[in-house]
């Protein structure tokens, strides 16, 4: 196989690797689920990992933009929290390059507490339920935590998933392009 039809298999499975994970995130947030439970932050960290800084923020971003398009978009600054948390969990997934699959279960648990601190720092902010004072954003904190929960669980089933699926996919294509060239 000549080096051309390598770049031309490696621009594939990127693309594929771009659609696919968008797709997981789009169908993720649309198909019912559990509050706060969605694989945006799976999608996040295994497109900084596999795919670099930039796509680590495009991809997820672009399937929250679809279906915040679909399903309705909300107060600006707190949808602008969410963006920006999502877009930080790819830049850590970036990072994650360098992080032992043991390392991964921490990079998880803190992209998803990173994600409940600045959300509902934004919701304590910018609504007007919450009394503008400690004791109104701890309050705030308290109630979200719930929502802080079902995204744990999520996050570390859906990242646990994906990872297990493009490793697996990945590491079956290795060996048949082995066994190819044999």
């Known amino acids: 196989m000549d080096?051309?039809?390598?770049?031309?298999?490696?621009?594939?499975?990127?693309?594929?690797?771009?659609?696919g994970l968008i797709g997981f995130g789009l169908l993720g947030r649309l198909l019912p689920h559990i509050p706060n439970s969605t694989p945006m932050s799976a999608v996040a960290l295994r497109a900084g990992r596999d795919l670099g800084r930039i796509w680590a923020v495009v991809i997820p971003l672009s399937a929250m933009l679809i279906v915040d398009a679909v399903i309705g978009f909300y107060d600006w600054r707190i949808l602008t929290s969410v963006y920006v948390s999502f877009?930080?969990?790819?830049?850590?997934?970036?990072?994650?390059?360098?992080?032992?699959?043991?390392?991964?279960?921490?990079?998880?648990?803190?992209?998803?507490?990173?994600?409940?601190?600045?959300?509902?720092?934004?919701?304590?902010?910018?609504?007007?339920?919450?009394?503008?004072?400690?004791?109104?954003?701890?309050?705030?904190?308290?109630?979200?935590?719930?929502?802080?929960?079902?995204?744990?669980?999520g996050d570390i089933l859906?990242?646990?998933?994906?990872?297990?699926?493009?490793?697996?996919?990945?590491?079956?294509t290795h060996v048949r392009a082995a066994c190819a060239r044999g």
């Not at 646990?160 to 493009?166: I, K």
């Open 87 to 153: 877009a930080l969990i790819g830049m850590v997934g970036y990072s994650m390059r360098f992080v032992r699959v043991w390392g991964m279960g921490g990079v998880v648990c803190g992209s998803s507490f990173g994600f409940f601190l600045i959300t509902n720092f934004a919701v304590w902010l910018f609504s007007p339920w919450y009394a503008k004072t400690l004791a109104g954003l701890l309050y705030c904190y308290g109630l979200g935590f719930p929502f802080f929960l079902s995204m744990l669980a």
């Open 158 to 172: 859906y990242t646990a998933l994906l990872f297990g699926a493009f490793d697996y996919v990945r590491a079956r």
């Open 3 to 19: 080096l051309c039809a390598i770049d031309i298999l490696d621009m594939r499975n990127k693309l594929l690797t771009i659609l």
